[in-house]
């Protein structure tokens, strides 16, 4: 199952391999710019929005970037691939 530090934990990682600010991954996941930093202050995380960024840091995953290995990865979707 994943979790709001998952998430977090993705994000972090993602941003710093792209040199971008956690507002800026914020914004292109969620599509809002203070939904990362409200999760870091404790806001809840709906399952459906947990999901969706799962998917969507799969998908956008940098070759070379090693995966968390304690957040299960599921596979890249069919328009990703």
Same mark, same amino acid.
């Given at each position: 199952?994943?979790? &709001? ?47 969706? &960024? ?28």
């Amino acid at each position: 199952m994943v979790t &709001a530090q998952d998430i977090l934990s993705l994000a972090e990682a993602y941003a710093t391999a792209h040199g971008l600010e956690l507002v800026t991954v914020s914004s292109r996941v969620f599509n809002d710019g203070k939904k990362l930093s409200s999760i870091k202050d404790g806001s809840d995380l709906t399952l459906k929005r947990a999901l969706h &960024a799962l998917r969507w840091f799969s998908d956008q995953w940098p070759d070379g970037l090693e995966w968390p290995l304690w957040v299960d990865r599921p596979s890249k979707s069919e328009v990703a691939a």
